[in-house]
């Protein structure tokens, strides 16, 4: 089994209404291998960063089995560049800078080694990039998840149209959901986005859960309900990689294995949001991950009797 990640590798800058943060490791794509990496290795990865991109991050990486060949380091440009403030939910925020610097003009390149590779995660960035990298595959994964956000909707649209209609599953959040489709009602959202490529959509709703759509089929996610998040910074990413690293290690595409990814992208989101950026991921280990999936199992499990 083997996994491609593409996606940011970036700097962020983070408030919340309990806290500050100045120049912390982030990315779609760091997220996303920090997540996915638990259950499926190698990850081949395709990012861009600049020569300010801390070294001992790629090493913590590779050691979790993140191949790193396909990731350009360009030694005297800056990484991508990302600012956000939270509001008092935690569930909305608003963009407050994104600086392209390196996104601004890559061209991904996969390597030869990655050709082959059953997975293709499409983690948040600049659609035409998604899109170069699907057809410079040889042959085409079992299964493309896509992630995006309201940004690429706002600069890219026509570019997002090509790549959503070659993938298989779209994940994005709920007001991107109503953005994208020109719908309040989400079941209404989902209908719309279907028809726009993706057969399968996960709709996540921060602390609210997540849904997963196929057909006329909804399945409905809880989130965990914690005491206090932190951060909920790359929640969404942390989720695909749980998502997708699911997939990939069960090697199962259907809609009933996809009702169980969509728990462990939730259950491994959940650990995300409890420190700031991504250091609660890089403190797991497989107990504490099914302890947690067990305890999402419990949240949901009830008997009725009808008469
Ligand atoms: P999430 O909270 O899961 O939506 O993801 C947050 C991460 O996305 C941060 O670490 C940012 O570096 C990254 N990010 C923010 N804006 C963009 C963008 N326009 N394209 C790609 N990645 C982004």
């Known amino acids: 089994m083997s996994l491609i990640v593409v996606g940011t590798m970036a700097f962020d800058n983070i408030e919340t209404p309990f806290g500050?943060?100045?120049?912390?490791?982030?990315?779609?794509?760091t997220y996303i291998a920090w997540s996915a990496c638990n259950f499926t290795r190698p990850i081949n990865q395709i990012s861009v960063v600049g020569g300010d991109f801390p070294e001992e991050e790629m090493q913590a990486l590779a050691l979790r089995g993140v191949n790193l060949e396909g990731v350009q380091v360009r030694k005297?440009?800056?990484?991508?560049?990302?600012?956000g403030r939270y509001h008092m939910d935690m569930n909305t925020?608003?963009?407050?800078d994104t600086q392209l610097n390196v996104l601004a003009d890559f061209n991904p390149i996969v390597p030869e080694s990655y050709q082959g590779s059953e997975f293709l995660m499409l983690g948040n960035l600049v659609p035409?990039?998604?899109l170069s990298v699907i057809r410079q595959l040889k042959s085409r994964p079992n299964l493309i998840v896509l992630d995006t956000m309201n940004f690429?909707?706002?600069t890219a649209m026509p570019d997002l149209e090509k790549v959503l209609r070659e993938i298989d599953v779209l994940l994005i959040n709920d007001s991107e959901a109503r953005q994208l489709s020109a719908q309040y009602s989400l079941v209404k959202a989902a209908r719309e986005i279907m028809k726009m490529g993706p057969k399968y959509l996960v709709i996540k709703k921060g602390e609210h859960g997540a849904l997963l759509f196929y057909e006329d089929q909804v399945f409905?996610?809880?989130a965990l309900p914690l005491e206090d998040v932190f951060d909920p910074t790359g929640a969404g990413d942390t989720f695909a990689g749980g998502f997708m690293g699911h997939i990939a290690r069960t090697r199962d595409v259907s809609f009933e294995n996809m009702k169980t990814a969509v728990i462990v992208g939730s259950a491994m989101a959940s650990f995300c949001v409890e420190k700031f950026g991504n250091t609660r991921l890089k403190e797991l280990d497989r107990e504490q991950i099914d302890s947690r999936i067990r305890q999402f199992v419990e949240l949901v499990n009830f008997d009725i009797q009808l008469v």
Not at 20 to 29: E, F, L, P, T
Not at 76 to 83: D, G, L, R, V
Not at 93 to 96: A, F, I, M, V, Y
Request: hydrophobic content about 45%.
């Open 152 to 154: 690429w909707m706002e």
């Open 20 to 29: 500050k943060s100045d120049r912390i490791v982030g990315g779609a794509a």
């Open 76 to 83: 005297n440009e800056k990484s991508f560049f990302w600012a």
């Open 220 to 222: 409905v996610a809880p």
């Open 93 to 96: 925020r608003d963009t407050l």
């Open 128 to 130: 035409s990039v998604q």
